[in-house]
């Protein structure tokens, strides 16, 4: 079963714009994991931002936790064509070791 | 290796052909996932293993699904009496320690198509 949710489920931007994706979950988690997908490829890990932060950067990426409202946005300034690709959120409990996906966000980056 | 490995990467087999798919993890991690991605969807977690240790296998949809991890590193997932609702894209995914709270390295994935 899928617990996240992104939103939207699909995104066309022009490159050098700004791309939002939203993520919502449903239980209680430790952490909330961003992972990129690029076409016949595996994922790979953007950022992890624990439960008592807030926000996070890394590079072009800003990613916004808040747990009142179960909620998670990904921000990836400047955007580029190799940007394009899905996006994936994942959740973890305390409790358990299992990853909980959403179905992604597709995004697409026009030159 | 330099990251997680899967073979093949490609795999067609008939309806009620057994198949074996291979991960090699990286070398050193503890935790072991295998996940079934369909077309368009996030990863769905089929089994976990902690070393050698199957932890966790209640993803995996029938008992037609069988996953191994012998001596703690590379893991073979084998599908027996293939079905065409098996088609899908398997990926391996390994972590350094035990648990969740880490970023997960996942291999490209097989890609199963049964006719």
């Known amino acids: 079963s899928q617990q996240g949710e992104e939103d939207p489920q699909a995104l066309s931007i022009q490159e050098g714009e700004n791309a939002t994706m939203n993520c919502s979950y449903k239980?209680?988690?430790?952490?909330l994991q961003w992972y990129r997908q690029n076409s016949g490829r595996g994922l790979v890990h953007l950022i992890l931002i624990r439960s008592n932060e807030r926000e996070k950067h890394s590079g072009r990426l800003r990613v916004t936790l808040d747990t009142s409202k179960k909620s998670s946005s990904l921000l990836i300034t400047a955007s580029r064509a190799a940007d394009t690709a899905s996006y994936f959120c994942?959740?973890?409990?305390?409790?358990?070791?299992?990853?909980?996906w959403g179905a992604g966000t597709k995004l697409i980056i026009k030159p | 290796g330099a990251g997680v490995s899967q073979s093949p990467r490609y795999k067609v087999a008939k309806r009620g052909q057994d198949v074996a798919l291979r991960c090699d993890p990286i070398?050193?991690?503890?935790?072991l996932f295998w996940y079934q991605q369909a077309l368009g969807q996030g990863p769905e977690f089929l089994t976990y293993f902690q070393n050698e240790a199957q932890l966790d296998k209640s993803g995996l949809p029938s008992d037609r699904f069988f996953a191994e991890r012998p001596e703690g590193s590379v893991s073979t997932l084998k599908i027996q009496r293939t079905q065409q609702e098996d088609s899908a894209v398997y990926l391996c995914?390994?972590?350094?320690?035990?648990?969740?709270?880490?970023?997960?390295?996942f291999g490209d994935g097989t890609r199963l198509s049964i006719l």
């Open positions: 995914a390994s972590s350094p320690g035990g648990g969740g709270n880490q970023p997960q390295h």
């Open positions: 070398s050193g991690h503890v935790s």
């Open positions: 994942a959740t973890a409990g305390d409790s358990n070791y299992q990853l909980i």
């Open positions: 239980t209680s988690i430790n952490n």
